[in-house]
């Protein structure tokens, strides 16, 4: 993509605006851990390349390597071989570019919301008026305007897990890396922060690559589906996730949603099996 489509696209965008476009190759990724005989090889030769502005999840079973993987993109662990790039440059460690959601809450207890969103560009020394925009800004897209002088435990995990993903964008990433996010919030809150992302990533036009054992989750939020198997870490199947329309609940019952969700609930099930 050229800078001026880039600029024009990003005119709402304020100075951390992110540069460049959020492309992430992961390229023949192994990881191994221990050593000699207690050897354990957890992803085996991932090869993955996710475009600018797409929604990739990965869904797999607990223990088949996806927090693995994610930390090896945010730059939190080195992979034994191959290599992660973003926009064609080589991960040697986390970075601005990367912004993190975990599933648990990892607020700075005694930051207001607004400080904790204005956290990461204080620590770059963007000057305040700066940075009061830049919260603005996150407060309005997660809808936390009324909250941003409360502290965190005055907050539901809704509330927080919103907090968390302003606070990531706050820094202006390319890439959003999110870890089973909304794993710990109850079923109804879970369904309105699947909503609330799916709005922030249509707003920011960020690369989103989400993690979930989730099945529906998967469907819901996502343009592409790879599907992870154990023993070792590795991809057994991809899927592009075509339907109607917007992604209102609603579209949870349509045929095409339900023929997906049959057949990776098949999938999922058969490689607990195998
Ligand atoms: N630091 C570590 N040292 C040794 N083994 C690890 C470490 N981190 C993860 N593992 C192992 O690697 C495998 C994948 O873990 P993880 O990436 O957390 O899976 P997932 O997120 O899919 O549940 C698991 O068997 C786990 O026990
Ligand atoms: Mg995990």
């Given amino acids: 993509m050229s800078g001026i489509a880039a600029s024009a696209r990003d005119g709402d965008r304020t100075?951390?605006?992110?540069?460049?476009?959020?492309?992430?190759?992961?390229?023949?990724?192994?990881?191994?851990?221990?050593?000699?005989?207690?050897?354990?090889?957890?992803?085996?030769?991932?090869?993955?390349?996710?475009?600018a502005n797409e929604f990739v999840t990965i869904l797999g079973p607990s223990g088949c390597g996806k927090s693995t993987l994610l930390r090896i993109v945010a730059?939190?662990?080195?992979?034994?071989?191959?290599?992660?790039?973003?926009?064609?440059?080589?991960?040697?460690?986390?970075?601005?570019?990367r912004g993190m959601v975990f599933q648990g809450y990892t607020l700075f207890p005694w930051l207001t919301?607004?400080?904790?969103?204005?956290?990461?560009?204080?620590?770059?020394?963007?000057?305040?008026l700066e940075r009061r925009a830049v919260s603005d800004r996150y407060l309005r897209?997660?809808?936390?305007?009324?909250?941003?002088?409360?502290?965190?435990?005055?907050l539901s995990g809704g509330m927080k897990q919103r907090v968390a993903i302003a606070r990531a964008l706050a820094n202006g990433p390319k890439v959003l890396l999110m870890d089973e996010p909304f794993g710990a919030l109850?079923?109804?809150?879970?369904?309105?922060?699947?909503?609330?992302?799916?709005?922030?990533?249509?707003?920011?036009?960020?690369?989103?690559?989400?993690?979930?054992?989730d099945i529906d989750e998967a469907i819901f939020l996502s343009q592409r589906i790879v599907v992870m198997g154990a023993?070792?870490?590795?991809?057994?199947?991809?899927?592009?996730?075509?339907?109607?329309?917007?992604?209102?609940?609603?579209?949870r019952e349509h045929p095409a949603f339900l023929r997906l969700k049959r057949?990776?609930?098949?999938?999922?099930?058969?490689?607990?099996?195998a």
Wanted: avoid cysteine; charge should be negative.
């Fill in 231 to 251: 023993g070792p870490g590795r991809i057994v199947r991809e899927y592009e996730v075509s339907l109607p329309g917007e992604r209102s609940p609603e579209v």
């Fill in 75 to 97: 730059g939190l662990e080195d992979a034994s071989e191959g290599e992660v790039a973003v926009d064609g440059a080589t991960v040697v460690g986390p970075g601005a570019d």
């Fill in 113 to 128: 919301v607004r400080e904790n969103i204005e956290y990461g560009p204080k620590l770059r020394g963007v000057p305040i």
């Fill in 263 to 273: 057949e990776l609930t098949g999938l999922l099930k058969h490689k607990e099996e």
């Fill in 186 to 213: 109850d079923a109804q809150t879970k369904l309105e922060m699947q909503e609330a992302l799916l709005d922030v990533w249509e707003k920011e036009k960020t690369t989103v690559l989400f993690i979930t054992h």
């Fill in 141 to 154: 897209v997660t809808r936390l305007e009324a909250f941003a002088n409360h502290l965190p435990k005055q």
């Fill in 15 to 51: 100075e951390t605006a992110r540069a460049g476009a959020g492309e992430i190759a992961i390229r023949g990724v192994t990881k191994n851990y221990g050593a000699g005989k207690k050897e354990f090889r957890a992803l085996e030769d991932i090869r993955l390349t996710i475009a």
